[in-house]
């Protein structure tokens, strides 16, 4: 590794690596595109004192033990648990859809099913709909298991990606369970969730705020680049280079754009002290919207009054498009798989260069993996 290091990018995969080589007394220069840290983690006090997520809401959930002791290093979490609502026509259905409500939905067919899933052994277990589906066999358990994946699965995933279900990796369907008892946790798995009780600007602040580290703002330095037998070279000076941008960007689109997916995130203040009974309530059955967001009801804030909600509304990602420009979700299908694979194999013929995060490694990167990642290679590096 040469002896100066350069991280483009200062989202979450930029700062977590610059810190973890600052701590082993390296010298680690960042350089950021937007004017602030943070990436889209990027939080802040709107002019009604409520902490938002500019580019929606993020809650940090993990069971790795070294990510957790690693972010709490730089923050306090709060101890919001994540429990989603889904709104079905007038009813609302706690999300990921538990036991309680199936017999809310089906009230006839609930004894069936639930004597089907405790005679296959899955009464109590978070499993996908996926299994579900290819696992229960009478009449009523099928009727339950096919409209939770009609209407509460694919209108949402159909909205969410602009493609079909069926032409999606199974992956994004595994991701949410239906929980076969009666806990109410969007992610069932996890040991540890919540949110930094300062928020994640504050958080990724501390975890620069080193001697070793330096950052430049409104700064893109990828034209400056010049790689030059195999190797990257910055101002005539053999670099070690950090990259947590778009891959493809990166080598100029040579081999086509990937696609991703893209948010319009429009925010609303309003004048009552609760605008929701939690703090994220998803909308499949919506022609356009996916989610609302209150964002105190996440941050824990105590303020009477006053709330803030933003509506999320997907679309395709286009750098010129003047509201879906900013890459939120790669679509990790066939097509933009082969792409991948022509940019991966250019990448690693560069020395000393390194792809973290979501964006340079075009993959469907939680909070959690993204650290997880970063600390993994770090060791290897």
Not at 74 to 95: A, E, G, M
């Amino acid at each position: 590794m040469s002896k100066e290091i350069i991280i483009i990018g200062a989202g979450l995969a930029g700062c977590t690596i610059a810190r973890l080589l600052a701590d082993n007394n390296h010298k680690i220069k960042i350089f950021e595109e937007k004017n602030h840290i943070g990436g889209n983690l990027y939080d802040f006090h709107n002019i009604k004192g409520i902490l938002v997520h500019k580019y929606g809401p993020h809650i940090l959930h993990t069971s790795y033990e070294d990510v957790w002791k690693f972010v709490n290093r730089f923050s306090k979490f709060n101890n919001y648990k994540n429990q989603v609502l889904v709104k079905l026509n007038k009813k609302s259905i706690k999300l990921p859809i538990n036991l309680d409500g199936i017999k809310e939905l089906f009230p006839k067919e609930f004894e069936v099913f639930n004597k089907e899933i405790k005679d296959k052994k899955l009464k109590g277990e978070a499993v996908s709909i996926l299994n579900l589906l290819n696992s229960l066999e009478t009449k009523e358990s099928r009727k339950i298991v096919n409209y939770v994946y009609e209407n509460v699965y694919a209108k949402y995933t159909a909205k969410m990606w602009g493609k079909t279900i069926d032409q999606l990796p199974k992956f994004i369907l595994e991701r949410v369970k239906i929980n076969l008892n009666k806990e109410w946790n969007y992610f069932p798995l996890d040991k540890y969730q919540g949110l930094p009780v300062d928020g994640y600007t504050k958080m990724l602040e501390k975890m620069v705020d080193n001697k070793n580290i330096t950052i430049e703002f409104n700064k893109n330095i990828v034209d400056e680049l010049v790689i030059k037998k195999n190797k990257i070279y910055f101002e005539g000076r053999e670099v070690t280079l950090f990259y947590t941008g778009m891959i493809d960007k990166f080598f100029d689109f040579k081999h086509g754009e990937l696609e991703y997916r893209s948010l319009n995130i429009k925010f609303e203040n309003h004048d009552v002290t609760s605008f929701q009974d939690t703090a994220v309530v998803n909308y499949p059955l919506h022609k356009t919207m996916t989610r609302i967001t209150e964002y105190k009801k996440m941050t824990l804030q105590n303020k009477k009054g006053v709330t803030t909600i933003s509506k999320e509304y997907p679309g395709r990602y286009d750098k010129d498009d003047k509201v879906f420009h900013t890459p939120f979700y790669p679509i990790n299908d066939d097509k933009n798989q082969k792409m991948l694979d022509k940019y991966l194999k250019q990448a690693n013929k560069i020395e000393n260069f390194y792809l973290a995060g979501r964006l340079a490694e075009y993959k469907y990167y939680d909070m959690d993996d993204i650290i997880f990642e970063c600390i993994k290679n770090y060791k290897e590096f």
